[in-house]
């Protein structure tokens, strides 16, 4: 296996249920990856996304340890997840300042096989007053949020016997209703996802004999029906979030082994969407009344997303779609057809991106920052864009909170002010 396989599996998304998700966005809060839709979209439409060649004004900056984790912010508090040493650290912060409030940190033997850092690629979940967090190791802490005090703890890879993954654990737990539900690949003892009782830790239920993938569960209510979609190592499931129950799986894997499935599944009313690199393409599928399936349409080539997220607007798809840093264009897709309406050769590589309003900001992997309108029509044109604001590697997907944008590499984090009226010379 090449370095190019590697999965920055920070991107992975903690996701909440929907009521916790309209609250986060009236709050302006940001509790989890991809922010309180889970789809990235941003609910601050009016700010300007003009700036200089040098970025957007910084309100404040940290050095930090290793890690792809993204910062959470939640209940007024910011959660930064990173590794100093032989520790993996919990910090709360300020989101204002920056300024520390409180650190839990607990030891870590992990030690990528791929020489990559060894920092934590889940990213944490803020929720009632509680935080939630998971290491490469499979490691789950239950923090309280005002002090830090741990309220309970579970080793996932221990307890369902997952075997070593390639890059260690990536895929971030699902917060639905009063349930973790996490893609733990416990393939021997029939626990490739499972169910924990959020307040406790307790098992619920255990589901499925196939491996973990770095692509988290996502949730969705289809006719009446509640489902979660886990796109785990071998394929798309769909389970009842209440018992477990599978209704169906769908194999969809490269054919070699070295190779994951790493961006989680889009939902589009009763249309659920799935993309894999690897030479594997794109699946879109559509979900009956009857809780059965029918397969709308299968392409290699029509998106190829290694671990970035894909973006839903108005019945079309847009997202990065390539294996490796320099053959990654980024693309609009449409959700029923597999159409691919245009192709955008841009040096942002494997990048993510964050709906606000009709416009995307796009993060590129070595940096650069972008802002682009949501067009089917035709390529899109930058209007606003800045060049190598962070080092190499940018794998972590933005958060943005009270027109704050932090971003973070494996060596800082960086606030910075998205509502800065920009200047004369940024307006041009």
Not at 48 to 68: A, D, F, I, M, T
Not at 246 to 251: E, L
Request: charged residues 25%.
């Amino acid at each position: 296996m090449t370095r190019r396989l590697f999965l920055a599996v920070a991107i992975t998304p903690l996701l909440l249920g929907p009521n916790l998700s309209t609250q986060a966005a009236e709050k302006k809060e940001w509790p989890n990856l991809y922010g309180p839709t889970h789809e990235s979209i941003s609910p601050e439409t009016d700010l300007p996304l003009r700036w200089s060649v040098s970025g957007p004004p910084v309100v404040w900056k940290s050095e930090l340890g290793s890690g792809y984790s993204s910062p959470v912010i939640g209940e007024g508090k910011l959660i930064i997840y990173h590794r100093v040493g032989d520790e993996d650290i919990v910090e709360c912060r300020d989101p204002k300042t920056g300024k520390e409030r409180w650190k839990f940190s607990h030891p870590t033997k992990y030690v990528d096989q791929y020489g990559y850092n060894n920092g934590p690629r889940s990213t944490p979940i803020i929720s009632d007053g509680r935080v939630v967090t998971l290491n490469p190791e499979g490691k789950l802490h239950c923090l309280d949020l005002e002090t830090g005090r741990k309220i309970w703890f579970r080793d996932i890879n221990d307890d369902f016997d997952v075997p070593q993954l390639f890059f260690g654990v990536g895929a971030s737990p699902l917060l639905e209703g009063d349930k973790l539900i996490i893609n733990a690949g416990g393939k021997e003892t029939g626990a490739g996802v499972v169910a924990l009782d959020a307040k406790t830790g307790k098992t619920l239920w255990t589901a499925t004999d196939q491996g973990a993938s770095y692509a988290t569960p996502i949730a969705a209510t289809i006719h009446g029906q509640r489902y979660v979609f886990a796109f785990t190592e071998a394929g798309l499931v769909a389970l009842d979030p209440a018992d477990g129950k599978v209704f169906w799986s769908i194999p969809f894997r490269a054919k070699v082994y070295e190779s994951v499935n790493a961006s989680t599944p889009v939902v589009v009313d009763d249309y659920v969407f799935i993309s894999a690199s690897y030479n594997t393409g794109a699946l879109c599928v559509r979900v009956k009344e009857d809780r059965t399936f029918e397969e709308v349409w299968r392409d290699r080539r029509a998106m190829e997303s290694h671990f970035s997220n894909i973006q839903a607007v108005d019945g079309k798809l847009y997202g990065f779609s390539g294996r490796h840093e320099g053959s990654c264009d980024f693309r609009c897709v449409d959700l029923k057809t597999g159409d691919v309406h245009w192709k955008w050769p841009t040096v942002l590589g494997r990048g993510s991106s964050v709906r606000l309003g009709d416009r995307f900001l796009l993060w590129g992997e070595r940096g650069n920052l972008v802002t682009v309108p949501i067009t089917p029509t035709g390529p899109v044109e930058p209007v606003a864009a800045s060049r190598g604001l962070m080092q190499y590697p940018c794998w972590t997907p933005p958060t943005i909170v009270d027109g704050k944008l932090y971003l973070r590499n494996e060596k800082e984090v960086i606030c910075f002010d998205l509502a800065a009226k920009p200047t004369l010379d940024e307006k041009k």
